[in-house]
């Protein structure tokens, strides 16, 4: 079976320090990778996608960016960390050769606060 | 592109009555529509989803759903309410031709003993 990986569960960084959470992917192959995140009382926003390695989209402009150096692993990060980059981080992945109808299965996310 | 609207940031219910979370989709392709749960500080768990077929969705927890094309809707239920289903729902839209998923700004579910 497939399995989702995100950590740290929780990190406290400084404004300005820089930022790396990582997502991992078990049990499957050539997923759609997915970063999402959380602020408070905020729904979900998608900042990046990826459909393979090296391949990159971005949906919202920022000081955050992902990588995808293996098959299963996703990497968020940031050279320097602003307050508003805080809040509940999330990793999903899906098959990504059955189109849409296929369901996006989230990690168990990352707490960020930067103070 | 596809988009999804929740009626109700949040929504509160007591124990054994019925519990409606309100869910409105635009797209200009059929969608295949989801609808998740989240409880505090997890990530997003999959209750049902619609592809093609029944458009009456049974889940998990005892949630179902209808897709309704005329009304553009994706109304989840449940009967009667349990303290457990206190949680976050987010309603989700995906396309074809698309590989990402859009998700609806959440409804926060509030269960009254």
């Known amino acids: 079976s497939q399995t989702i990986h995100q950590w740290p569960a929780t990190l406290v960084q400084p404004v300005g320090s820089p930022l790396s959470l990582e997502c991992t992917v078990e049990g499957t192959s050539n997923p759609n990778l997915y970063w999402y995140r959380q602020a408070a009382g905020r729904g979900l926003q998608l900042l990046f996608y990826?459909?393979?390695?090296?391949?990159i989209s971005s949906e919202v402009p920022q000081n955050l960016s992902a990588s995808r150096p293996q098959d299963r692993q996703f990497i968020l990060s940031s050279k320097k960390l602003l307050l508003s980059d805080s809040g509940f981080y999330l990793c999903?992945?899906?098959?990504?050769?059955?189109?849409?109808?296929?369901?996006?299965?989230f990690g168990p996310g990352t707490r960020l606060l930067v103070l | 592109a596809q988009s999804v609207t929740q009626l109700g940031s949040h929504v509160s219910v007591s124990e054994g009555a019925l519990v409606l979370l309100r869910c409105n989709y635009s797209s200009s392709v059929p969608p295949y529509l989801f609808w998740y749960v989240q409880y505090p500080n997890q990530g997003l768990q999959l209750l049902l989803k619609?592809?093609?077929?029944?458009?009456l969705v049974k889940g998990i927890n005892g949630f179902e759903a209808e897709f309704k094309k005329s009304e553009t809707s994706f109304h989840l239920t449940k009967p009667s309410a349990h303290m457990s289903d206190a949680a976050e729902y987010f309603c989700?839209?995906?396309?074809?031709?698309?590989?990402?998923?859009?998700f609806g700004a959440g409804t926060r579910l509030t269960v009254k003993p």
């Open positions: 989700a839209v995906s396309v074809n031709n698309n590989n990402d998923m859009r």
């Open positions: 990826s459909v393979g390695i090296g391949q």
């Open positions: 999903a992945w899906r098959n990504g050769l059955a189109g849409g109808r296929e369901t996006q299965y």
């Open positions: 619609y592809t093609t077929g029944a458009t």
